[in-house]
């Protein structure tokens, strides 16, 4: 980088240099142009000897013919008075590689590269690359999409726009071919970008195909937007539409592809509040379990799917709210069995009382937790607060609201989180368990991120042996507080 201040001592320096040429002054003085030097001989009446032609290191000169070749004797003859750099007679710009070219605009010895480098996109791919990997030593696919308009200025690559394209992202794709960049990955692309509707449709599809999504996945999908994220197109969610379903519904539209809202994971905002939608989601759901062979006695396995803990990792998640918002219902078992009485469900056998005959829970699973520490542990602070929702957290990444099971407050000096995954099965491939299992490491990575807690999850093995799990999950929190 040339100099633009000068120094008491350089002044000193080139007050010795009288009698010098400018070529031999810059050598002594490195990070200053010819110009700066020739301004400042002239303002401090230093003498500079003018070189000559025939001074100068002539052998490539004379080996050209001046009447035969003019155009190349005059380009020899500037690159080696004013730049001091010696091109082949025949050769000429090849002389150098593009990337020398470049080093020798970065090293400041000349202003620009020739137009006969820069003219070629292949070159411009070399000297991006060389920048990229060797001076800025970027290895993936995360850093080369840092790459900006003042990545380019720092570097001295703007008018690499004049060669392949003005946008950034065209740029990218040219230079680095392997790592299939898409414009929305880039941070500043992305919003201006979905701006045009075509835009939108070559994302999605993109992203179906490189994920190898059918439509049928996506009508049963749970964890869409966390999957949209991880391919840079979640800003479609919060800025384009107005969640997962419209972007949908808009795609479906825009492709003439017919589908029923019933069988979406994701709903409209208002389609719970028909009573008509809320009985169906219930049938298809009891369908579904029938068909997969979930259910053996209806009596008793029905009230379990149902329970607030299974149902909430499945597309049918929403009926729980909607029976208590909608209908007023504090138990969609009384829907159920309204629906279905050939299941001679026992509405008051699956309301679960804790030991202190307060606390309402999901499940005989988390009662058998419940009871162990308020009893067994003598921790009378426990809540359970999953039916209640009284306490949710939200995972603003994965735009997820959670409620955990169990919260304990006043033992130590942050609250403690519990959470029990009764259905956690990582071995069982059926898409139930699969969701299930996928929501159970978001919530951990989530809840174990966050500072104002100390965190707990459980499972079904924790139980076994008297409940030794969690007496050894609470004592290891206890002595390392």
């Not at 320096?13 to 040429?21: I, N, Q, R, V």
């Not at 202003?111 to 000297?127: A, G, H, L, Q």
Request: glycine letters at 4%; one cysteine or more.
């Amino acid at each position: 980088m040339v100099s633009k201040k000068w120094t008491n001592k350089e002044y000193e320096l080139l007050k010795t240099c009288d009698g010098l040429s400018i070529r031999e002054i810059q050598k002594l003085l490195p990070d200053k142009s010819r110009q700066s030097i020739n301004y400042w001989c002239k303002k401090l009446n230093i003498n500079v000897r003018k070189i000559k032609i025939n001074s100068l290191n002539t052998s490539v000169i004379d080996n050209v013919s001046v009447k035969t070749s003019p155009p190349a004797y005059q380009l020899i003859r500037k690159y080696l008075i004013q730049y001091n750099i010696l091109l082949d007679s025949q050769k000429l710009i090849d002389t150098f590689s593009e990337i020398e070219w470049y080093e020798f605009m970065l090293e400041g010895r000349i202003k620009r590269i020739p137009n006969d480098i820069t003219s070629s996109k292949e070159n411009w791919r070399k000297i991006m690359r060389h920048v990229a990997f060797v001076k800025c030593n970027m290895s993936s696919k995360s850093e080369i999409l840092s790459i900006d308009k003042r990545f380019l200025e720092k570097y001295k690559l703007t008018t690499i726009k004049y060669t392949i394209d003005q946008k950034i992202y065209k740029i990218l794709q040219f230079c680095f071919p392997e790592y299939d960049i898409k414009p929305w990955e880039l941070p500043l692309t992305g919003r201006r970008y979905f701006e045009k509707d075509e835009n939108i449709i070559e994302a999605i599809d993109y992203f179906l195909e490189s994920n190898n999504l059918t439509l049928d996945d996506i009508m049963e999908m749970n964890g869409f937007i966390p999957l949209l994220s991880a391919n840079g197109l979640s800003c479609l969610t919060n800025t384009r539409f107005n969640g997962v379903f419209d972007m949908l519904d808009w795609y479906f539209k825009k492709k003439n592809i017919e589908y029923l809202v019933h069988n979406h994971y994701y709903k409209p905002m208002n389609y719970w509040s028909d009573i008509n939608n809320i009985k169906l989601q219930i049938e298809m759901y009891i369908d579904y379990l029938f068909k997969n062979n979930l259910v053996n006695n209806a009596k008793q396995d029905i009230p379990y799917y149902f329970s607030t803990n299974v149902i909430s990792e499945t597309k049918y998640s929403g009926i729980i709210n909607a029976v208590q918002k909608y209908m007023g219902i504090g138990n969609v078992l009384v829907l159920i069995d309204e629906m279905y009485p050939e299941f001679d469900i026992d509405i008051n056998e699956h309301l679960i009382i804790g030991i202190d005959n307060n606390s309402i829970l999901n499940s005989l699973e988390e009662k058998k937790v419940f009871d162990y520490i308020y009893q067994t542990l003598g921790i009378k602070s426990i809540k359970a607060i999953g039916l209640r929702k009284s306490t949710n957290f939200t995972n603003h990444i994965t735009k997820e609201r959670y409620c955990p099971d169990f919260i304990i407050e006043g033992l130590l000096d942050k609250p403690i989180i519990i959470e029990y995954f009764g259905l956690y099965q990582p071995n069982n491939k059926n898409t139930l368990f699969v969701d299930y299992l996928n929501k159970t490491h978001r919530k951990n990575e989530f809840f174990n991120s966050l500072q104002s807690i100390y965190y707990i999850d459980l499972y079904p093995k924790d139980l076994k042996n008297e409940c030794i799990g969690i007496k050894e999950k609470l004592k290891r929190l206890l002595n390392n507080t």
